[in-house]
């Protein structure tokens, strides 16, 4: 059954063409653009129902939403060897960090990132507020990276894949200082420096 990656520009989408990198699994990909206003092309929106990325085509079918794709991804393809099981010592962490990345880290920065562009001020309260929340969330992180080379533990994981992305992400919109989080900053140095990552970024941030 072929694997389609529809990969939209600057989109959460880049997380599967890394993933499937990093396991020398075959893949097909379709590249779609965003409009100056920032939101995809037509032709993308009209993949999904809900129009947002990434979208991954197995086959004939066609699913959405970050999680669901990386861990239907990392279950099936390549022996399934970036994805935990349950009698692994590290599956709790595993699945944990696995879905904080989405659940957690990336709604923070998020907003963030929209009241940056939507022209609210610094000094804001909600802006305030909002940065309070990242500041806990990163140092959360950043404690945890302290303890262990790879958020799930030992082994480099899917679940590595899902939380690089935001850290990656983040830093072309506003400036998060991971900086101030030194493990965070040699964690997201050595996910850039890993070859699949680097053959992903050929691909995802291909010249026009």
Not at 4 to 13: A, G
Not at 28 to 56: C, D, M, N, Y
Not at 83 to 102: G, M, V
Request: charged fraction near 20%; proline fraction near 7%.
């Amino acid at each position: 059954m072929t694997i389609t990656i529809y990969q939209l520009e600057r989109s959460r989408s880049e997380r599967a063409v890394w993933l499937m990198e990093e396991l020398g699994a075959p893949y097909a990909i379709e590249f779609f653009k965003r409009l100056p206003t920032w939101q995809a092309e037509p032709a993308f929106k009209a993949l999904h129902p809900l129009g947002s990325s990434p979208v991954l085509g197995i086959g004939n079918e066609r699913i959405a939403e970050s999680g669901a794709v990386i861990e239907y991804l990392a279950t099936t393809q390549g022996d399934g060897r970036l994805a935990l099981r349950p009698d692994s010592p590290d599956y709790a962490q595993y699945l944990y960090w696995f879905h904080f990345a989405e659940s957690s880290l990336m709604p923070a920065l998020v907003s963030e990132i929209l009241a940056q562009l939507g022209g609210i001020e610094d000094g804001h309260p909600l802006r305030s507020k909002a940065r309070a929340r990242i500041a806990e969330l990163l140092a959360f992180t950043n404690a945890r990276l302290g303890e262990v080379p790879f958020v799930a533990g030992a082994q480099f994981t899917a679940a590595d894949v899902m939380m690089t992305f935001p850290f990656t992400m983040t830093r072309q919109f506003v400036p998060i200082d991971v900086e101030g989080y030194p493990n965070i900053a040699d964690y997201v140095g050595r996910m850039e420096a890993r070859p699949a990552y680097q053959r992903c970024r050929a691909i995802v941030d291909r010249p026009e």
